[in-house]
């Protein structure tokens, strides 16, 4: 509908992805009418402008020392900013501590899996299964030969819980055992090297 109605008709339809169309063939014609076009838009704003002219110049000349008062508004901004930010973003991708990057890819069920953990396990069994004062590190009792060789030894031991060492009874808290074996997965896969500390992907 837009790119019927347009005068600018070629670079506005072009803006708006309407290039395609049968009705403007060439781009490169409808690119010289255009200027003109902008020319006379840009004389009708003055007139608009103009009333501010006057009366406003006390108002916009308080955040400006400087005596500039027309155009002030538009340029004051624009200039003091653009120096600094382009030499800063292009050039280095700041690290964000916060958000790192993934390291590893995981399947569905895993990477609900990690999650799961970080909601339910995490703050005693540490971040990623590292282990933490309160509670070791389940990357290393998964491993073969560690305390929780099997996943059945995994899925009994949260189920049912250690109270009296202060490990809860996981599936008295309600949690689903599809989760408790997607957090399996998880944590296995860090046991046996396959995913690394860190917040990974997920795969479609
Ligand atoms: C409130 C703290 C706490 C939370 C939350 C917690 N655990 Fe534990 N967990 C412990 C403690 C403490 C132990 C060690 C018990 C012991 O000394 O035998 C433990 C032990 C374990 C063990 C046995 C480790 C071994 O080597 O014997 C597994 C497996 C385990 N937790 C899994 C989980 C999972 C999975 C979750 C999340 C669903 C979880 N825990 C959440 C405190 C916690």
């Known amino acids: 509908m837009i790119c019927k109605l347009t005068l600018a008709g070629g670079l506005l339809a072009l803006l708006a992805g309407c290039g395609p169309k049968p009705d403007r063939p060439a781009a490169t014609d409808s690119l010289p009418p255009s200027p003109p076009q902008a020319t006379a838009d840009t ?22 020392p400087t005596p500039k008062p027309p155009v002030v508004t ?57 282990g933490s004062s309160f509670a070791p590190a389940l990357v290393v009792s998964l491993k073969d030969g560690g305390t929780i060789p099997t996943k059945e030894l995994f899925i009994t031991t949260v189920c049912a819980g250690r109270l009296d060492k202060g490990m809860p009874s996981w599936c008295a808290l309600g949690l689903e055992m599809s989760k408790i074996e997607q957090i399996y997965s998880y944590i296995k896969g860090r046991a046996d090297g396959k995913i690394a500390a860190g917040r990974p992907a997920q795969r479609e």
């Not at 002219?53 to 955040?63: F, G, L, Q, T």
């Not at 700041?94 to 909601?119: I, S």
């Open 43 to 64: 004389s009708t704003p003055p007139p608009a402008t103009s009333p501010a002219k006057p009366d406003s110049v006390p108002v916009a000349a308080r955040p400006r």
């Open 74 to 130: 538009k340029p004051k901004p624009t200039t003091p900013a653009e120096p600094a930010p382009p030499t800063t973003t292009a050039a280095a991708p700041a690290p964000d501590p916060y958000h790192p990057a993934p390291r590893d890819t995981l399947d569905v069920d895993t990477y609900q899996g990690w999650k799961q953990f970080e909601l339910n396990c995490s703050r005693c069994h540490g971040e990623y299964a590292v």
